[in-house]
C-alpha cells in the first residue's frame, strides 16, 4: 500500500482550472514537482510556507501546460482505471463480468488488493510471452509489483526479479507493454544507452509515443476521450 506521508491536498485555481495536488514531506528542501498517474505530487519540507508553495506550482503548471493532470487513476470508493477504461468499484458479485465496473471482494478492505492481485497476474502472463518472443529464458525470475516513487518497472538481474508499479494497469495494454517490453530489454542491457533503446524499439517501435502517454497520465493513450471530453 502507499506508504508515504500525505500532508494534505491543496486546491490551485489555474486557467479557470481548480488542480487538486497533493502534498507529501520531504525531508530536503528542494521543492520537488512529480506527474504521477494522472496527479501532480508535491514534495516538500514544510518549513515553506502553503501561500509560496501555492505560487511556485503555478509557475511549474504554466512551464509544463501540455501536460494533463487533474486526473487520478483512483477515487476511493468510486472508481479506478483499467487497462485504459474507467470502472466503477463494486463489491457485488453479479457484477464481476461486468466491463463497467471493477469487482472486489466485500471481505476485503481495500480494492486495490484486488487490483494488484489482477495486475499480477496480468503482467506474469505479458512478461512470460514477450520473453519468449524475445528468446529469453527468465523461468526462474520473481515478478512483483510495488508502489514506486521513481521508476514504473525494474529489472534485477542479480536477484532474478522483475518489479512494476502496480498502477501501471491503469494504462491501456500498448502503454503498458512498452514498460514490459523496456523491463525485459534490461536482460540484454543493464544501460539506458543506444543499444538499449534500439533493442526496445524492435520489439516496440512506438516505444516513445507510449513513454509520452505513460508520463502525462494518459491512460486511455492516442484517444484519451476524458482528455478530449474536457477541452470541448
Ligand atoms: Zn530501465
Redesign the pocket.
Known amino acids: 500500500m502507499d506508504k508515504r506521508k500525505i500532508l494534505s491536498t491543496i486546491e490551485v485555481k489555474y486557467n479557470d482550472k481548480a488542480v487538486k495536488v497533493n502534498l507529501y514531506y520531504s525531508p530536503c528542501k528542494r521543492i520537488i514537482f512529480r506527474f504521477s498517474y494522472g496527479e501532480l505530487e508535491i514534495y516538500y519540507h514544510t518549513i515553506i510556507g502553503q501561500e509560496k508553495l501555492k505560487n511556485y506550482c503555478i509557475e511549474f503548471l504554466k512551464k509544463n501546460k501540455n501536460f494533463f493532470l487533474n486526473r487520478p487513476y483512483y477515487k476511493e470508493g468510486l472508481y479506478i482505471f483499467v487497462r485504459g477504461k474507467k470502472k466503477y468499484l463494486t463489491t457485488d458479485i453479479h457484477l464481476k463480468n461486468n466491463q463497467t465496473f471493477f469487482y472486489y471482494p466485500k471481505n476485503s478492505i481495500d480494492p486495490i488488493k484486488q487490483y494488484k492481485r489482477d495486475f499480477l497476474e496480468y503482467a506474469t502472463i505479458k512478461i512470460k510471452e514477450y520473453s519468449k518472443k524475445m528468446n529469453i529464458d527468465i523461468s526462474d525470475y520473481k515478478i512483483r509489483t510495488i508502489l514506486s516513487l521513481s521508476y514504473y518497472g525494474c529489472f534485477m538481474k542479480k536477484d532474478r526479479q522483475i518489479k512494476f508499479d502496480y498502477r501501471l494497469f491503469a494504462f491501456k495494454d500498448e502503454i503498458m507493454d512498452s514498460v514490459f517490453y523496456?523491463?525485459l530489454a534490461?536482460y540484454f542491457e543493464p544501460k539506458?544507452n543506444d543499444r538499449f533503446y534500439t533493442i526496445v524499439q524492435l520489439y516496440c517501435p512506438d516505444y516513445f509515443k507510449y513513454h509520452f502517454y505513460l508520463t502525462h497520465g494518459y491512460f486511455q493513450g492516442d484517444l484519451d476521450v476524458y482528455e478530449k471530453s474536457i477541452n470541448n
Request: avoid cysteine; charged fraction near 25%.
Open positions: 523496456h523491463e534490461h539506458h
